[in-house]
């Protein structure tokens, strides 16, 4: 006698046409090939990868411009203290004055040229150093909202959405039973497209 099937049947490999169990990789690896490729279409990403990487590398820079700006006024100050450095640059460079102390006054603004190159070059080193919390900071302006899920309460006509700031916690799916990790072929199925928001 024929065994009864239950309602609950499980389909077949949609790839392979293997039995559900046990699990077959093929449906999950092409759900995640296909996601990967609409991940690609979706111009979403890139909006926000540039946004960020922009308001990153804007930031960096007007910094570093600034801290080049206090450092060669600092520098201009040095010069012009220095004994005849007003005569050197009116004669520009070639003023009239003893081989001896002509000789000191270029060693002097050689020295002062070193030390300012080498200012310029340890904030631009320390200003690079801030990139990893620049793009967490910026990350973290951006609002993620999901459109509300169908069925179920609060969809109230589909205006009910749930915002995500900055890190989406972990969900989780310990209760969801084996039939239901069955369905993604043991792996996470994508979450809904997410429309990106900058705030203003």
């Known amino acids: ?26 449906e999950g690896e092409r759900l995640q090939l296909a996601f990967d490729q609409a991940l690609a279409r979706w111009t979403g ?5 540039d946004w960020v990487l922009n308001q990153s590398r804007n930031k960096i ?18 010069l012009s203290s220095l004994p005849c ?5 009116r004669y520009a460079g070639s003023p ?6 002509l000789a000191t006054l270029h060693a002097q ?3 002062a040229n070193t030390l300012l190159q080498q200012g310029v070059d340890e904030d631009w080193r320390r200003c690079c150093l801030e990139y990893p919390k620049v793009l967490d900071f910026y990350f973290g302006m951006v609002e993620v909202r999901f459109p509300a899920e169908v069925g179920g309460e609060g969809t109230g006509g589909g205006r009910e959405q749930r915002r995500v700031k900055g890190r989406r916690k972990s969900v989780d799916a310990s209760g969801r039973g084996k039939k239901e990790r069955r369905r993604s072929r043991g ?11 900058r705030r203003r």
């Open 1 to 26: 006698m024929t065994a009864l099937l239950s309602a609950n049947i499980e389909a077949s490999c949609a790839i392979c046409g293997a039995p559900p169990y046990p699990e077959c990789p093929h």
């Open 45 to 49: 990403m890139q909006l926000l990868r």
């Open 61 to 78: 820079l007007t910094t570093f411009s600034s801290l080049r700006a206090t450092r060669h006024t600092s520098h201009l100050a040095y």
């Open 85 to 89: 450095y007003t005569l050197y640059t």
């Open 96 to 101: 009239p004055l003893p081989p001896t102390q």
């Open 109 to 111: 603004i050689q020295h």
């Open 187 to 197: 792996r996470t199925p994508p979450v809904a497209p997410m429309v990106v928001h």
